[in-house]
C-alpha cells in the first residue's frame, strides 16, 4: 500500500472538533502509511492534539492547514463557495486538487460538501452530475450501493444512468463485488413499470456493453441483498435513507421501551444485549463512516453530521480505499465506453 | 351503529379463500351489526362456509354472490376490467354501485383493485386521481396517513395537494385527529426545498382555508409523529412502503439470528419474546387490514396480498370505519373548499 493522504475537514460536524480529532488519531492508529491533514482553525486545532492523544509519534503523519471560515447549517451551498473561501470544507476541496492529498472527508454541511467537491475538485470528464452513494446494510454480508442520496433532483434519465454506471464502478473496485448486479429503483419488477425517466434511464443501460444491468428493483431489494447496485433520482433516494434512519430510531425506541417494561424482561435484555448491539452494529451507518461522492477527480467521502469518532475513522478509511481503488480514473473510463457506445448508435 | 354491508372479493390474496372466509368470521363475530357479502366462486365458497365455522346464527349476517372469474397477479388491470366482468373484484366493486353494500375490501391484485373501485364506483367531483393512503406506525399512538403509495405516477402539483387533503379528511374522520398536521414530503425542511411538483403543490396547500398545512417533511417524519398526514407522489409512496417492509423483514430476520446465537440468547430471548412480539404488533401493517383508496364515491379497502385472517379481519374493520365517517362525502365537501378557492383566486 503506498501512502495516502487524506485531508480532514475537522470543523465539519456536530461534535467537531473533539469528535474529529479522536476519530483522526484513531484513523492514524489503524492505518500506518495514512497521512491526515486536519484543516482547520489552527489556533483552536493546536491547543487540542496533545490532550487528543496526537503524540509525538502520531504528529510525523499529522499536518494541520489553517482554515478558519466556518460553515454554519443553515448556510448556502453557493453563499459559502462564493464568501467563504478559506472555510474548511472548501480548503479540504483544494488540496484534493492541487494534488496534495488523495481524498478529503467531511462531517459537516452535505450540500456545501457536494458543492466544494464538484466545483473545486472538478467533475471527471463525461459525468454531468457527481452523486452520493449510499452503503444499504443486508444479513448477506456486502452493502447494496444505494445512489443518489444527495438530493440531486429532477434528474434526466442519463444521470440515473451514470449513477448506476458509477455505483458499479465503486462496488467493483471499493467493495470487491466481480460483475455487481445493477438495477434502477422502480414501482414494479417488470421492465414496462416506471416513471418515464426511469423507463429510458433503463433502455440507456440495457445498451451499455460491460454492465449486468438487470432490470427494475423494488423498494424491498434495497435491504434483501437481491442488487449490488441499486440507482434512482436524489429526491428518492434521500426520502428513502432518512425514512430509513427514521425507521432505525424507532426500532431503538419502541425495544428499549418494550424491554425495560418489567423485570423479567430488563433481566432477558440482560442476556440479549450482546446481540442486540451486534445486530444494530450490523446496520449501523456509522460503520461505513460516510458517503462516497461520486464522478468528481478525487476522492471525498461525506459523513453525517451526527458522526462521532468511530464514524470519522471509518470514514477515513472509505477515502483510503477510495483512493486505492483509483476510483475516478475507472469511472472515467467506463464513462467513456458509455459515450462510446451512444455514438456508435447514433 | 347503523347495519353496515361490506362486501369482501373472497377469491383475492395468497391465502384466499381461506383466510377471507376466517376474516370475515372473525368480523361478523367482532361487530354485531356487520353484513358480510362474501363475493366469489359459489360453489368454491358454499362447501368452505361449515368448516370454515359459519354457523347458523352468522349466516344471517353473511350472503354469497357468485363470481366466478378469477384475476391472476400477472393480469393487466385493464384486461380484466374489460375481459373479466364476471370477476370478484369486479363484481364487489358493482355491489358498491349500486348502492347493495358501503364498501368493498379486497386482498387481491392491488393495480386491478384500485382500477375497479376507481373505473366502476366512480370518482368524487373535484377527484381527479384517487389515492391509497398507508397509516405508519410510530410510538405515540396514532399513526401518520402516508398517500400516495399505490404507484400513482408522474402526479402533477393538484394530485399531490388532493392527496393531501383527502388524508386529511381520513385522519380527521376516520383516526379521529382534530385539525391534523399535514406536510409534503420532500428533501428539507426549509419551503426552498423541493422539486417543482412538490413546491407548486405546497403552494396550492399553502392557499387552502381550512387545512392546518405545515409545509414540508422529510422522511424521518414519516414514524416520528410530527405529522398527521404526509402527500407525496405515488412512485415516491411505493418505495418508500415496499423499502419499510424491506427493513421490517431485515430486522425480523436479524434479531432472529442474532437471538439464537448461543444458549443464553436463547434464555434471554425467551424472557423477552413478549416484549418483542408486542413491539412488532405495533409495528405491524396487518393490525391495519388494509389500505383505504381515498376519492371514490364509496368505500375501498386494499388490502397486502400476503394478508392473513387478522388482516382481513381487520381490514373490513377499517372499511366500517370509513363508512361510517361517511368519508367520500366529507372528501366532495373539502375538496368543493378547495375549488370554489381556486375560482376565487383566478
Given at each position: 500500500m503506498s501512502a495516502q493522504r487524506i485531508a480532514l475537514d475537522?470543523?465539519?460536524?456536530?461534535?467537531a472538533p473533539e469528535a474529529t480529532l479522536d476519530g483522526a488519531r484513531e484513523a492514524l492508529v489503524a492505518w500506518p502509511s495514512l497521512q491526515v491533514i486536519l484543516v482547520g482553525d489552527e489556533g483552536r486545532i493546536r491547543p487540542l492534539l496533545g490532550p487528543h492523544g496526537f503524540h509525538a509519534g502520531l504528529m510525523d503523519r499529522a499536518h494541520v492547514v489553517h482554515a478558519p471560515g466556518v460553515v454554519g447549517f443553515h448556510d448556502e451551498p453557493k453563499v459559502i463557495l462564493k464568501e467563504k473561501k478559506n472555510s474548511s470544507i472548501r480548503v479540504a476541496a483544494q488540496l484534493v486538487r492541487d494534488g496534495h492529498a488523495e481524498g478529503m472527508v467531511s462531517m459537516g454541511h452535505t450540500g456545501a460538501a457536494m458543492m466544494a467537491s464538484t466545483l473545486v475538485i472538478g467533475k471527471v470528464e463525461g459525468v454531468d452530475r457527481p452523486g452520493l452513494a449510499s452503503l444499504m446494510p443486508n444479513l448477506g454480508g456486502t452493502p447494496c450501493v444505494f445512489i443518489?442520496?444527495?438530493?440531486?433532483?429532477?434528474?434526466r434519465p442519463e444521470h440515473i444512468a451514470g449513477f448506476a454506471i458509477m455505483g458499479a464502478v465503486y462496488a467493483e473496485?471499493?467493495?470487491?463485488?466481480?460483475n455487481p448486479r445493477v438495477a434502477i429503483l422502480s414501482v414494479?419488477?417488470?421492465?414496462?413499470?416506471?416513471t418515464e425517466v426511469t423507463l429510458e434511464a433503463a433502455a440507456i443501460l440495457r445498451k451499455h456493453p460491460h454492465l449486468n444491468f438487470q432490470g427494475n428493483a423494488e423498494g424491498r431489494d434495497i435491504w434483501n441483498g437481491r442488487f449490488d447496485v441499486i440507482a434512482c433520482d436524489g429526491f428518492v433516494g434521500n426520502v428513502v435513507l432518512k425514512s430509513s434512519e427514521g425507521i432505525a430510531r424507532l426500532v431503538k425506541d419502541g425495544l428499549k421501551e418494550a424491554l425495560t417494561a418489567n423485570i423479567w424482561r430488563m433481566v432477558g435484555a440482560a442476556l440479549v444485549k450482546p446481540a442486540l448491539m451486534e445486530f444494530f452494529k450490523k446496520l449501523d451507518y456509522k460503520e461505513y463512516g460516510g458517503l462516497p461522492l461520486l464522478g468528481i477527480k478525487g476522492v471525498s467521502v461525506i459523513g453525517h453530521g451526527s458522526s462521532d469518532a468511530r464514524a470519522v475513522k471509518n470514514g477515513i478509511g472509505a477515502a483510503i480505499r477510495a483512493a486505492e481503488g483509483r476510483l475516478h480514473e475507472r469511472i472515467q473510463a467506463r464513462m467513456a465506453e458509455q459515450s462510446t457506445m451512444t455514438l456508435e448508435d447514433k
Open positions: 475537522v470543523m465539519g460536524g456536530d461534535h443518489e442520496v444527495g438530493a440531486n433532483i429532477d434528474s473496485e471499493v467493495l470487491g463485488v466481480p414494479g419488477e417488470e421492465d414496462s413499470k416506471g
